[in-house]
């Protein structure tokens, strides 16, 4: 049996990187931008100026709670403001919009956490940070 696994490379993460810091700076938003690998583990992290350094680890946190569940953070946050609170308890869930997997051919490679303005618009960042890659999962 042969199977084949698809990585997200340093490469791709720059890629994304670099699409999020420029949508980032269109909109004239400090933000800390995390990219993981598919096992939660840092490829590269990139603080923009003037971003509170708390941000670090929340961007990082959200992009590990969306490669951990395979979703975006906004539907953790969806499932606590609806009342399911047990979402609360799971370990390594930030309820918190603004962290997306990443899937390429249907697989899984990783995800991209942003934080540093509201969590809508730290969402919008990491999508055109994906997007940046020109693959469809």
Do not use: C
Not at 73 to 85: A, F, M, Q
């Amino acid at each position: 049996m042969t199977s084949t696994k698809t990585i997200l490379t340093l490469g791709d993460a720059k890629k994304i990187a670099a699409g999020a810091e420029a949508e980032a700076k269109r909109n004239n938003w400090p933000v800390v931008i995390a990219i993981l690998d598919d096992g939660g583990h840092l490829l590269l992290l990139q603080r923009m100026d003037n971003v509170q350094y708390g941000s670090v680890n929340v961007a990082t946190e959200k992009a590990r709670a969306a490669i951990a569940f395979r979703r975006p953070t906004k539907v953790l946050e969806e499932n606590i403001t609806e009342g399911r609170l047990h979402y609360l308890g799971l370990p390594g869930a930030l309820p918190v919009e603004g962290g997306l997997p990443i899937m390429v051919g249907g697989q899984f490679v990783g995800a991209v956490g942003v934080s540093g303005v509201r969590s809508h618009q730290d969402a919008q960042i990491a999508k055109v940070g994906i997007d940046a890659l020109g693959l469809s999962g």
